[in-house]
């Protein structure tokens, strides 16, 4: 099973585990499943975390060993990513979000995700209600 990680499901992975859902968790550990991490959720990450809305106990510059050590695979956007955004239905408005679910869609992999918002786009959407409150970062507000 392909796999895409949302942003704040591949935050709890990288510096809170003992948050993941046990359903995440159990996907994520699976032989079976191929796990993503987009650049999308680190580009997501970067901005937020230089504009001061989260703090990470670990520095982005690391994470492509990280992801490989890890056996997770990058994900780029490409053009067709992108391309589909401007088709999918305005269920949820945040642009990180949305790529995530075009890249889902097309490449297609399932999106693991805890934000109900993204139910909508359908069948490639496996959502996970969030566990306990965060301990390495603080709650992010909802972008505009």
């Given amino acids: 099973m392909n796999i895409l990680l949302d942003t704040h499901v591949f935050l709890w992975c990288a510096s809170d585990p003992e948050r993941l859902p046990d359903r995440a968790r159990a996907l994520i550990l699976d032989p079976e499943s191929q796990i993503h991490v987009s650049a999308a959720s680190i580009w997501e990450i970067a901005i937020k975390q230089s ?6 106990d670990f520095d982005l510059e690391i994470l492509d060993g ?7 695979f ?5 053009i067709r990513h992108a391309a589909l955004v401007q088709r999918l ?3 949820h408005k945040d642009p990180f979000d949305r790529i995530l679910v075009a890249q889902a ?6 999106l693991l995700t805890s934000d109900p918002l993204l139910k909508p786009y359908g069948e490639m959407i496996l ?3 969030p566990g306990r409150p965060p301990r390495s970062f603080r709650r992010e507000r909802q972008m505009p």
């Fill in 89 to 91: 239905p305005f269920h």
């Fill in 66 to 72: 990280i992801l490989a050590q890890n056996g997770f």
């Fill in 105 to 110: 869609l097309s490449d297609p992999m399932y």
């Fill in 51 to 56: 504009i001061g809305r989260l703090e990470l």
């Fill in 127 to 129: 959502f996970v209600p």
């Fill in 74 to 78: 990058s994900l780029p956007v490409e």
